[in-house]
């Protein structure tokens, strides 16, 4: 009696093999923003991914405001200063691991509530490039040392460190880049991922996600005055056009980190590290925006030049699909991807 018999495909299920990561992703090659519409995306998934967030949040900011409490209390306040104030190196490393603490909420979420495992939220090559990352914080940081140091000649503040000011230094160097990740594992992963999935054409998925994003990260800053959102918001587009390039996170981060660690140690060695923070009562010009408009532009532009020159991955690769979840969903595979279900025998 004649028989078909399939032979073990990567992505499912085999008795003595490890769970498959793949088998809720697109079946063909999707940009970074679309990575969650797979063969088994739902409506109702980003919304779970959104309550499961939330939740996560919650639980991050207990532990990690309850642990520096403890600190506060257990250390003397001249080593660290105290959290009661925002500028000691105390308060500082708080908010810093709260945001680093974004990674694995977002990682979290997409995993919960999408199946799919949260290096997925990196890059559409299922992990963090650290190649790619070093090259493209290498290719901005001249950029922004060139606009920091234009702006203190331009703009010049009255000179003066701050208390515990080389702590200070030192945190801006070490939790700093993680802070900046953080952020962009947020608002230009977790949230342009799961709104990016409700879309079928991609452009409109990109102009949608990449407005929000860079209005809610703006708004998350805490000032309201046009110039400011106008400026911070130059960041979140350039890093979400530099997402959808490249096919990660990477490029965004790098811009973000260079800023924050750039702003960070010209303030904390020079002066004005009180106003490097933005807060309600921030105010900016137009001037501001422009400038800021340009640096972005200018970084993005050297990192889509490098990008061509190493040939990044723009798109997920068809090899990571499991064709079990593309044949159930009735997604067809390209021809030299489909090869798996050709019978071995009778």
Not at 57 to 65: D, E, F, K, T, W
Request: with cysteine; charged share 15%.
């Amino acid at each position: 009696m004649s028989s078909l018999h399939l032979p073990p495909v990567p992505g499912r299920v085999v008795p003595g093999r490890s769970r498959p990561d793949r088998t809720l992703l697109p079946a063909q090659p999707v940009a970074y923003h679309q990575l969650l519409r797979g063969p088994r995306w739902r409506w109702w998934r980003p919304l779970v991914s959104l309550a499961v967030l939330v939740g996560l949040l919650i639980v991050l900011c207990i532990v990690v405001l309850g642990a520096f409490e403890g600190l506060d209390a257990l250390l003397p306040d001249r080593w660290l200063g105290v959290v009661d104030d925002d500028l000691s190196p105390l308060s500082t490393l708080e908010l810093d691991l709260l945001l680093a603490g974004l990674i694995p909420v977002a990682g979290g979420a997409v995993a919960i509530a999408h199946k799919v495992r949260p290096r997925w939220v990196s890059s559409v090559l299922g992990g963090l490039r650290w190649r790619w990352l070093g090259r493209c914080a290498l290719v901005v940081a001249p950029v922004w040392v060139v606009y920091l140091g234009l702006g203190s000649l331009v703009d010049p503040v009255e000179p003066g460190r701050p208390d515990h000011w080389v702590l200070l230094l030192v945190l801006a160097f070490v939790t700093t880049p993680f802070q900046a990740a953080g952020e962009e594992f947020l608002f230009r992963g977790w949230l342009v991922q799961n709104l990016g999935a409700y879309f079928a054409r991609p452009v409109a998925g990109l102009v949608v996600t990449t407005v929000v994003s860079a209005a809610l990260f703006g708004l998350a800053h805490g000032s309201l005055d046009p110039w400011v959102l106008l400026s911070i918001g130059t960041l979140a587009v350039a890093a979400c056009l530099a997402n959808w390039r490249t096919g990660g996170l990477e490029a965004g981060i790098a811009m973000h980190a260079v800023n924050n660690v750039g702003v960070g140690v010209v303030t904390i060695t020079y002066g004005g590290y009180a106003d490097s923070f933005v807060s309600e009562t921030t105010t900016g010009s137009p001037l501001d925006f422009l400038v800021g408009l340009a640096v972005h532009a200018l970084a993005v532009a050297l990192i889509l030049w490098q990008g061509r020159r190493v040939r990044i991955d723009r798109t997920t690769r068809p090899q990571h699909v499991d064709p079990w979840a593309a044949l159930e969903s009735r997604i067809p595979l390209d021809p030299p991807d489909a090869t798996w279900y050709a019978p071995l025998g009778r």
